[in-house]
């Protein structure tokens, strides 16, 4: 089941305009296996916004982040990239998101429901 905490990102503008205005975004650069985990991920880290982009549509976001292999996850963490993650292992990707995500307490932002 997909989560409602998930932005699926249509134009590289939209995916801009989050990095500029969240403390923390995962991006997944799609993969159909490990689709579960993600949406598990984004309904219990809802201070972090997960997005999904479609190397297909977005070519150019891909490039710029270098994206060689599906799947590829990318923490952009205070408008940088933080860190990335090659390939579908859970656990691994699971300690991705909780070292940046923020507690509970500290962003008064949240991801927001996606699109």
Same mark, same amino acid.
């Given at each position: 089941?997909a989560?409602?905490? =998930?932005? !699926? =990102? @249509? $134009?590289?503008?939209? /995916? @801009? *305009?989050?990095?500029?205005? &969240?403390?923390?975004?995962?991006i997944?650069? !799609?993969?159909?296996? =490990? #689709?579960?985990?993600?949406?598990? /991920?984004?309904?219990?880290?809802?201070?972090?916004?997960?997005?999904?982009?479609?190397?297909?549509?977005?070519?150019?976001?891909? $490039? $710029?982040y270098?994206?060689s292999?599906?799947?590829?996850?990318?923490v952009? $963490?205070? &408008? *940088?990239? #933080?860190? *990335?993650l090659?390939?579908a292992?859970q656990?691994? /990707?699971?300690? /991705?998101?909780?070292?940046?995500?923020?507690a509970a307490g500290e962003s008064?932002?949240?991801?927001?429901?996606?699109?």
């Open positions: 089941m989560s409602p905490w =998930i932005r !699926h =990102i @249509n $134009k590289e503008s939209e /995916l @801009n *305009q989050l990095i500029d205005t &969240k403390p923390v975004v995962v997944d650069f !799609h993969a159909t296996a =490990i #689709a579960p985990t993600y949406s598990q /991920l984004a309904d219990e880290f809802k201070t972090v916004t997960f997005t999904k982009v479609d190397v297909d549509k977005l070519q150019s976001v891909a $490039k $710029k270098k994206v292999a599906m799947p590829t996850f990318v952009i $963490k205070d &408008k *940088q990239e #933080a860190e *990335q090659r390939g292992d656990r691994a /990707l699971r300690a /991705l998101v909780k070292k940046y995500a923020p008064s932002e949240a991801s927001g429901s996606g699109e």
